[in-house]
Every structure is written in C-alpha cells, then in structure tokens.
C-alpha cells in the first residue's frame, strides 16, 4: 500500500481546512471541514498521482492508495478566573 500524507491547518478568518503540505504533487485543496478537507483530497488524488507518474518513484505509482490527514490547529479562549 502506498501511503501518501496530507498536513492540513486551519485558518479561523475563512473558517476553513486547507493544505499546508502534501506529497501528493499537486494537491492542493481546502473545505469547511476535514472530512470535506479529505473527501475533496481523495477525488482528486487517482488523476494526480497519474499525471504526476513521471515524478514518482515506481514503487508509488501503482495502489492501492492510501491517504494519511494530520491536522493542526490551534486556538487561543478566553477562560473566566
């Protein structure tokens, strides 16, 4: 199985999930949440990888695939005393 990561982070202005980085070439995306983060991230990463063969070491051309989410976030709340 071939594992691919995505790091994601959050920006609280957009409230929105987007990719840091990823060893996906070319995978870029974002959603409103990290499963549409991912769901979006799963769609389109067949057709990238395959554009991309060229670039990827053999042995992670072929699947099956597998998608690896590490999300940061982090926030700052205020706490009664």
């Known amino acids: 199985m071939t594992l691919w990561t995505l790091h994601a982070a959050y920006d609280p202005d957009a ?3 987007y990719t840091l980085d990823c ?3 070319g995978l870029v995306t ?3 949440t990290l499963e549409h983060l991912r769901d979006r991230a799963v769609a389109v990463m067949p057709e ?3 554009d991309n063969a060229e670039h990827l070491a053999p042995e992670r051309r072929n ?3 597998a ?3 590490v999300a940061f976030h982090e926030s700052t ?3 009664a005393a």
């Open 15 to 17: 409230r929105v999930w």
């Open 23 to 25: 060893d996906v070439p």
């Open 30 to 32: 974002e959603g409103d």
């Open 48 to 50: 990238l990888i395959a």
């Open 63 to 65: 699947g099956p695939h």
């Open 67 to 69: 998608l690896r989410l």
């Open 77 to 79: 709340v205020p706490v």
